[in-house]
């Protein structure tokens, strides 16, 4: 499940009238629930393409463990 969080960027951060742009990816396998939180980096909006990828290496992780 993806949630995406908007918020006005902070005053003195970032191009006046940008968002601040949070996703939260949560990943369920069996009994096993990891959250992912996207923030970007240094007050830029974060890449979708890049939680995807995260998501994809947790998923992988965690059949991994589980066996």
Known sequence: ????????MPD???EPG????RLVRAVRIGD??????EQGWEHTAVVRSQVDADSRR???????WLG
């Open 1 to 8: 499940m993806l949630f995406e969080m908007r918020s006005p």
């Open 12 to 14: 003195g951060m970032g």
């Open 18 to 21: 940008t968002e601040e742009v």
């Open 32 to 37: 096993v629930v990891t959250v992912l939180w």
């Open 58 to 64: 947790a998923v992988a992780a965690i059949e991994t």
